[in-house]
């Protein structure tokens, strides 16, 4: 962290925390060292022969930009090992610069337009995508580059998704940062695949996006949000598509290599988050937009990084005199943080089916989400740090959550008592609370909207693992019944 950004740090978040950021920064910096495809499998790639080959238009807004970016950025595209693409240059330059340089390439898959003033970015792209005649359209800005096999990996994911029914809304890649003269490469972005919650925290998808253009040019990019355009666009995107994904087989999908190089220069966003502070609150107002369309109850508010949200769901609801009794439940159910969070995020969200936060001892995280293989990506991390890329503290859906700190809901209490009364687990359960749980629920008797289920648990600081397949069991079960387990950095156990 240079010393500007250290200070604005200090000055919106207090000494204590900056010197805990400055730790995170240190610990996440890890030994990255880019490997670009070899010459070989290049070569491959350009021969391979597509029996429908898939057009892909690349839109590169350019306002007076630097020359040897510029080149740099066009290169990167005249470079790649698929060929059937073009790429659309809407300039909103006064000078002659952009079409001079674009003009020395002599090759018909660069179009050149001239925007007659500029209208910012999103008005400027936006006359890019009209023109574009692809079915796909990638964004690229002006002072960046992709690598040589990046349309490649992209149309082989589109080309594979069709064989099998598949359509993608879009598709992202991971990504890094390079200095100016794209010499070092560094600040590597491995992202996962589409995560909603993720997504209402913060644009980790950004570069590479490639979207279906009809799409695209149906939804375009809003001015209104500058400098956050395309976390918006994708949300939109999102919104449009998932309700009809069920049936058509639409996905988003996710290229796990890194296709794309943002530059760092004294004028960029990856070299100075501060300069585009605009871009935050734009950010922030299209998340807003989202659940507000969405019809779901929750405020955004700013968390302690630049660019970096939480999504607080609440009640909305308006209590009277008439209702009292139902006020009072609710303050009962919300009485504490957990209960808080179940009770408001349950009611918002139908697609979630368990919540689940961090379980800690002793100042660090022993468990909390998991992947596929048990694993906890925070274990043993200091809870003042943020983690890689702050994910230790933004709300992201997981395959699996820890059952030491998991609410789940009513509708779902059926698995408890199944794992519950599995002979294989009996020591971990308070067998005469889940007797008391099952009768309740098959009478009808239970009329709480969720279950915590730290309160059915003997302990919590077990000293064998029989909770982590426990965990794994419910939290597998939970998705095949059709509902996503949501991660809440808010909601702590200590044990």
Known sequence: MNIARVRDYINRNGIKKTFYAIVDKVVEKRDYSFVPPTEEELGKQRRRVFSNPVTISIVVPTYETNETYLRACIESVLSQTYSYYELIIADASTSDAVKTV????????????????????????NAGIRVAIGEYIGLLDHDDVITPNAFYEYVTLIENGRKNGVNYAFIYSDEDKCDAECRRFFEPNFKPDFNLDLLLSNNYICHF????????KELKLRKEYDGAQDHDLVLRAYAATCEMAAHKRVEYGHIAKVLYHWRCHEASTASNPASKDYAYEAGKRAIEDYLLKKGLSAVVEYTDHKGFFNVIYRDGMTYTSDNGEKLKKKNILTSTVRGRIAYNTFLNRFDIGAIGGTVIKKGRHVGGPMDQTKTCPFDGM???????????????????????????RTELAYLLIKYAKDDRYLSLFDRGRILKLEDEVSNGEYDMPFVDMTSYLISLDYEDYEYLDVSLGICREIGMDGYLCLYDPGMNTEI
């Open 102 to 125: 674009t003009s020395s390439y002599d090759d018909y898959r660069i179009k050149y337009m001239h925007l007659e003033k500029n209208e910012g970015i999103s008005v400027n792209t």
């Open 209 to 216: 996006l490639v979207m279906n253009a009809r799409l695209m």
């Open 382 to 408: 200091n809870i003042h740090l943020s983690g890689y890329i702050h994910r230790a503290v933004l709300k992201q859906t997981f395959p699996t959550l820890d059952i030491r700190n998991m609410v789940i």
